[in-house]
């Protein structure tokens, strides 16, 4: 089972991870009193739809030329036409096949300053049957050309299940995303919280992408994927609620 982004970060929120305000919108009557009760001076508005490549993508109802489904925004108004280009309009992405999706629902966020962009997933190697951090300093991209071009750049780390996410692999998860400083210290704190995610959430698969660096130098959620293992949804009632509102918006 999949969900939106926004509950994605709601879930990793209460594991520790730092995320920007945001507010989620499913009726454009409501969309500039949502908008304003974030603090700017940038938004980030976001089609939620099960689909990567929604920056990328095409409305169907709009002109070839218009912008896709994740768009930054530098005031209130240019953030509720945008919010109006998208809800309600059928967005097309590598992922969704030329039907697309339509977007019943948006998220709004504050905008982050960005220093960096960082990859991070976290899924079940089907090889050694281990859970794996998979990380790379190529974040923002699409994870399967890096692999490809420049596969020197991604780092696996094996967690046994019995340990969990030790210092010893929040060190080296850290190293190889060149943490220094501050945001080491968040980042080993946050790799073992999401493993924490991972294991009691019954996770098959969590991605960051792109995980960033602020300019403060703060470890932050930009955007998160999050899927279930369906045969073990009924020991989370929390996560049926999840799937019963994730079908409600499709």
């Keep these: ?3 939106h982004e926004y509950q994605a970060k709601k879930i990793l929120q209460s594991y520790g991870a730092k995320i920007a305000p945001g507010v989620t919108i499913t009726d454009i009557k409501n969309a500039k009193t949502a908008i304003e009760s974030l603090p700017g ?7 939620q739809i099960h689909a ?5 993508g095409k409305f169907k109802e709009l002109e070839p030329d218009a912008k896709g489904g994740v768009r ?3 005031s209130v108004d240019e953030a509720l036409a945008n919010a109006k280009e998208m809800l309600g309009n059928t967005l097309v992405t590598k992922q969704t096949g030329p039907n697309g999706k339509e977007v019943n629902q948006i998220y709004v966020e504050a905008g982050a300053e960005i220093n960096r962009e960082l990859y991070l997933s976290i899924l079940v190697d089907r090889e050694t049957s281990k859970t794996s951090f998979i990380v790379s300093t190529k974040g923002g991209m699409d994870i399967e050309s890096v692999a490809r071009d420049t596969p020197e750049l991604i780092h696996s780390v094996a967690i046994t299940a019995s340990q969990g996410c030790t210092q010893a692999n929040a060190n080296e998860l850290a190293d190889a995303l060149n943490l220094k400083n501050g945001a080491r210290q968040q980042g080993i704190e946050l790799f073992k919280n999401l ?3 991972f294991v009691d959430k019954d996770m098959s698969l969590l991605e960051i ?4 660096i602020t300019k403060n130098n703060d470890v932050q959620v930009l955007d998160a994927k999050v ?3 369906d045969n073990a949804l009924y020991r989370h009632p929390d996560l049926m609620e999840l799937r019963d509102k994730t079908e409600e918006d499709e």
């Design 1 to 3: 089972m999949n969900i």
């Design 209 to 212: 992408n792109p995980l960033i």
């Design 72 to 74: 930054v925004s530098f």
């Design 52 to 56: 990567g490549g929604r920056g990328k």
């Design 227 to 229: 899927s279930f293992d």
């Design 41 to 47: 001076p940038v938004w980030v508005i976001k089609s």
């Design 195 to 197: 493993y924490q995610a």
